[in-house]
């Protein structure tokens, strides 16, 4: 079956554990995060053309990618950093707004968080990988009534203000 | 074997209502990085109580979540639960314990 044609059965694969850090530029404010499978975080501030980035936070993550059961075809998702539940905080958002398009319920909305917490470039989540992440999380529910939606993180309205739950592990690498 | 006939079997405590799955299978975890992975219809078992617990039970369609070592959840992690659909449940005992009961139940 080709890929195009097949109506994918996803399988996660490629899991791997590491960390989701967080970085600050102290010049322009930005965000930035990434994933580091190191066995230790990277804490190093440096220097990047105008940026200073410093480290602000790091958390217990794991990233994977999706497997077609049927046909083989792969999705790398090396891009998404983590994924977020949306508490519905601020009608006013976009991620909110993703889960009110759907008449059920029982919407959850997930936003996938890319490396470029600012969006300075502009760029977010491929959308092929935001489908593929649809298609897995919704493939098994059984509940008709459920289902999970994931948007890219660049509809978020605030950063700052936000209060949805990011899937790591918070706490675990603090140090006392 | 279904979330209720479980309670009834060990005497788990339940912490709010949730659906009543059928168990397909059992994980034990306590890092939310690690809950992601698992495969829709399990018992998950756990010593979180962080509300990104719930987030993340809620994402793989877990059948409920057992909270080991008399840890009780905080009221904003009940109503997230409730929102979702997850039964909540307790053990006194250590996660351990709870794993050889369910064996013995041929639970997993």
């Known amino acids: 079956m080709s890929n195009a044609a097949c109506h994918h059965q996803w399988a996660m694969t490629n899991l791997r554990s590491g960390y989701l850090v967080i970085e600050g530029c102290f010049h322009c404010r930005n965000r930035i995060s990434f994933f580091s499978q190191e066995p230790v975080a990277p804490i190093d501030d440096y220097h990047e053309g105008e940026h200073f980035w410093s480290h602000l936070a790091h958390y217990q993550a794991s990233q994977f990618d999706l497997k077609c059961e049927k046909c083989s075809a792969e999705m790398q998702l090396k891009d998404v950093m983590a994924l977020m539940l949306c508490m519905k905080c601020n009608p006013e958002c976009g991620v909110y707004a993703a889960g009110t398009q759907e008449p059920s319920q029982k919407t959850w909305v997930y936003a996938a968080l890319c490396a470029d917490t600012s969006h300075s470039t502009k760029k977010c989540i491929p959308p092929e990988s935001i489908r593929a992440l649809n298609e897995y999380f919704n493939q098994s529910i059984k509940d008709p009534a459920k289902k999970i939606v994931v948007v890219p993180c660049s509809l978020r309205k605030s950063v700052d203000t936000c209060q949805g739950v990011v899937l790591a592990d918070f706490g675990l690498t603090d140090l006392y | ?108």
């Open chain 2, 1 to 108: 074997m279904k979330v209720s006939e479980l309670v009834e079997k060990t005497g788990l405590k339940t912490f709010n209502e949730g659906a009543d799955k059928e168990i397909k299978g059992v994980y034990i975890s306590d890092m939310v990085s690690d809950i992601i992975g698992i495969n829709e219809g399990h018992l998950l078992i756990t010593l979180q109580t962080h509300k990104n617990l719930i987030a993340a039970a809620n994402l793989v369609d877990v059948a409920a979540v057992v909270i080991s070592r008399n840890k009780t959840p905080a009221e904003d992690v009940v109503a997230l639960a409730n929102k979702a659909g997850i039964k909540l449940l307790g053990y006194d005992g250590d996660t351990w314990g709870l794993a050889k009961k369910l064996c013995e139940l041929k639970i997993g």
